[in-house]
Every structure is written in structure tokens, then in C-alpha cells.
């Protein structure tokens, strides 16, 4: 084996890994900011959506608003208005139009459906990839 094949073969390899920890990179939360979800409890759908900086908007069916904050890690999306907290399972992002079932922390049986969902960001040119103008 030549130095050269060598030198090629690991940086395809480098290219390769870390194209897919690009695409394992996933921010929690990132697919959901400024979209509104449909939170449906016990027959009551409130309308949220998660702000960057972690600030949240809970909207009842009669146009009440109440403000919270939201955090999402180690598996869950956790919503609080500052009295109580609330947590879900959140292990993946959301997909548009896909309503996940979900028990809360409190017990209570819920369906989340974000009716869209932000895109990821672009993955990043691979080697011998060329620019827009093909250079």
C-alpha cells in the first residue's frame, strides 16, 4: 500500500465521519422554534410554541395566553409557567403532520402534533465537491 492510496483512503474516511456526526448533531428543540404544536389533553387542544432562548406561549381554545419557559434534554421536553413543570419523552425530532402519543410526566395521556417543522441546516460539502459555478 502507498503512502498516497493511504493518505486518500483516510481522508475519505475523515470526510465520511464527519459527515455523519453532522448529521447526527441534533439540537433538541431546533425543529420545533416558532413552530406552533397542537397539544391535545383530555380533549383540549392548546396551542404552543417555543421561542428561542427558551421563553414558551401556551394558547387556550378561548385566546388565553400564558407564558412559560421550555427546556429540552436528557430525553425530554419540559415545559413550565413558572408554578408547575410539565415533561414528555422527547428522544428524536418531531416530523410535520406526524401526532406523537405521549404520557407526561403528571400522568396525563397527550397528543403533540406540530403541523410544521423547521428544517435542518445544510450538511457540508464533501471532498471534490464543487461550488455553485462548478469550481
Wanted: hydrophobic letters at 40%.
Amino acid at each position: 500500500m502507498t503512502k498516497a492510496y493511504l493518505a486518500r483512503t483516510l481522508a475519505g474516511l475523515t470526510v465520511a465521519l464527519s459527515g455523519t456526526a453532522f448529521a447526527q448533531a441534533w439540537t433538541p428543540g431546533a425543529e420545533l422554534v416558532g413552530q406552533p404544536i397542537t397539544v391535545t389533553t383530555n380533549g383540549v387542544a392548546n396551542t404552543v410554541v417555543l421561542s428561542p432562548g427558551g421563553q414558551a406561549t401556551i394558547t387556550t381554545p378561548g385566546g388565553r395566553v400564558v407564558n412559560g419557559t421550555w427546556s429540552a434534554a436528557n430525553g425530554q421536553l419540559c415545559l413550565s409557567n413558572g408554578l408547575a413543570q410539565e415533561c414528555v419523552p422527547y428522544a428524536g425530532p418531531f416530523q410535520a403532520g406526524q401526532p406523537l402519543a405521549l404520557t407526561s410526566s403528571c400522568g396525563a395521556a397527550e397528543t403533540w402534533l406540530a403541523a410544521s417543522t423547521n428544517a435542518p441546516p445544510p450538511p457540508p460539502p464533501t471532498a471534490g465537491q464543487k461550488g455553485e459555478r462548478g469550481r
